[in-house]
């Protein structure tokens, strides 16, 4: 913080005296016009309180921006306000990595019993096959399925 107020300590000086001044001069013409200051206090203590009123009113205002810009900060990068990371069943994007795409009811239906679905925080992705037969294999989050994908072009492997 003192990093942003050592730099702008002359204008924050400017500013206190600019003001001061004003108040001087205005309450001094009050007096003049009507014969007695404002609440009567005399127009120079106006001055001089109203630079330490900037000096304060500055100092609470730049407190107030680096509290409120750092709870701003907190909630826009809390982990309630970022996207999902789960996917609808219907979103076939995780096919789209690989050229060649072509979805699943494509293929045709599987054989087997269905499996449950994969916990929210699973990854699913196209990676290296495990059994050394075809480049890349999807898991689908709980295990690794029967997708398999050479050269761009997307497969089923039964054996």
């Not at 000096?55 to 750092?70: E, H, K, Q, Y």
């Not at 990068?77 to 609808?88: A, D, G, I, N, T």
């Amino acid at each position: 913080m003192t990093g942003l107020l050592i730099p702008r300590t002359g204008w924050y000086i400017t500013l206190g005296l600019v003001f001061g001044m004003l108040a001087f001069m205005r309450s001094n013409a009050y007096r003049r016009r009507t014969g007695s200051s404002p609440w009567h206090i005399h127009p120079l203590v106006w001055g001089i309180v109203s630079v330490f009123v900037t000096f304060l009113v500055t100092l609470m205002s730049i407190v107030f921006v680096a509290i409120f810009g750092t709870l701003l900060s907190i909630f826009a990068w809390s982990p309630r306000s970022q996207p999902s990371r789960e996917q609808s069943a219907a979103d076939d994007s995780q096919y789209r990595d690989v050229s060649g795409y072509s979805p699943v009811s494509e293929i045709g239906p599987t054989a087997g019993p269905a499996r449950p679905a994969p916990p929210v925080t699973a990854l699913r992705a196209w990676l290296a096959d495990p059994t050394g037969r075809h480049e890349l294999r999807y898991f689908d989050g709980s295990g690794w399925s029967e997708h398999v994908a050479d050269a761009g072009v997307i497969s089923v492997d039964r054996s």
